[in-house]
């Protein structure tokens, strides 16, 4: 018998498929640029500090290994449309805060500390990202438990109009030199800053007008604990003829179930002249930051970076920067600015937790890898790059830190100075292994307070190795 409905079926599957292979007949699927597989190994010896003791409850010596495949496939399905995404496989299993973590303005540098947003609780840590970015792509698991090792890094959809571009979905963030937004695009970084965002940006010649709007900690839409709210805008000037790059964003972060409205302003400069390459970077912040009213904020950071060519050889080049400290005669007021952790100076020096003091520093040896960042600190970095050939290069670089105030009553500020050397070699042309080693000299800051027991501190020294495929 002849069933109408079975036809009508056959008849919109039929269209469907037609459809679908007339669509998609168009779509073009690419990988973007800086796909990478990284193998690496890190070796941390004397992270204590402590010359007394070898062990010290956190272990002398740690070694840290990182597996990582990095994709960046693109899916085009008109001239103007298109859907972007960056995944992460093979990642080591990470669970904390300290191994994958998203925007940090405003959050102290290393996970737990008596100063900044987490004195008395004033400030709960997630708002400023957490173990997978404010609060989202985490690891997947199975019903068992057993960790996918896939983690979504971002994923968004992108319209090129007339006038401008178009953004939603997790977008990636970079502005300036990175010590606040730091997309994490080198090999070497732990770290990746995104927000689930709309973003449109307007271009006016040499000129960019954006704005964006995100949700932060968006767990679950009917928690009134995650409602978060970021709001930005951006203005930015590109001029190729005269190699300046410069723009402003003003970044405003509201919470609805906390006393909470920080505002920050984020200014940069990168200027090249023949042989010369400048930037600064300068980030500021204001407003209410805490559980009740009175909880201000007023934090500063500010980078500097010149770098020289001698030669197509050699270049020579200097990091100088400034992190606000705690103010410890006022624990209401969120003073303490962190760098954002992918914006490194040395291999040991504010990139791992050393010492046995973490009342006074906020980190020690016991602390996750990667968990520190440039804080409540000045700093310099001198450092030379030189290429023997196309296939060999090394770097030589010398790094020293200060506190601008004391961290422990009676403490002294000098955090000390490192020297690290790396070398690098390309075996193939998208085939490089680097090693490296540094050696740091503890100043007098992480005896901690007089008051305690005299201690003797230790050299500590790494040597790390890697091997990275570009494709």
Known sequence: MFDINKLKKLFVFGLFLFLSVDLFADFSFYWRERNYFLSEIRSFNTLDLDHDSPANSTGNVRTFSTLKLRMKPSLGITDRLAIHATFDTFTNPFSTVANEGGALQGQQA???????????TLIPRGLFGGASGFGHSALTRTTGGSIHNLLVKDAYLEYLGDWGILRIGRIPRHWGLGIHFNSGENASDKFADRTDSILYELGLG??????????????????NGDDVTQL???????????????????????????????????????KKFQSWKAGIEVVASHGYAGTTSGNKASQVGVAGELSYKWTSSLENYLKLGYASAPDRGKREKLTTFAFNRNYDIALILFNQGVGAIPAETGVSASSEPDANAIFAAYYANLGANYNFNDRLGTNLNFAYAHAPGNL??????????????SLWYRFLENLSFTVSGGLFKPGKLYEGSPTNAPRTLDLCHTANFSATLLF
């Not at 405003?252 to 920080?262: D, Q, R, T, V």
């Open 232 to 270: 930005e805008g951006y203005l930015f000037w590109n001029d190729p003829e005269k190699d300046v790059d410069t723009g402003v964003l003003y970044t405003f972060l509201k919470s609805s179930e906390i006393y909470m409205a920080l505002s920050y302003i984020d200014a940069f400069f990168i």
């Open 206 to 223: 040499n000129a960019k007008l954006g704005a964006i709007y995100s949700k932060i900690l968006e767990n679950n839409i009917d928690s």
């Open 408 to 421: 422990s009553a009676g403490g002294k500020k000098e955090y000390g100075g490192e020297v690290d050397l």
């Open 110 to 120: 290393p996970d737990t500390n008596n100063y900044g947003p987490e004195v008395s």
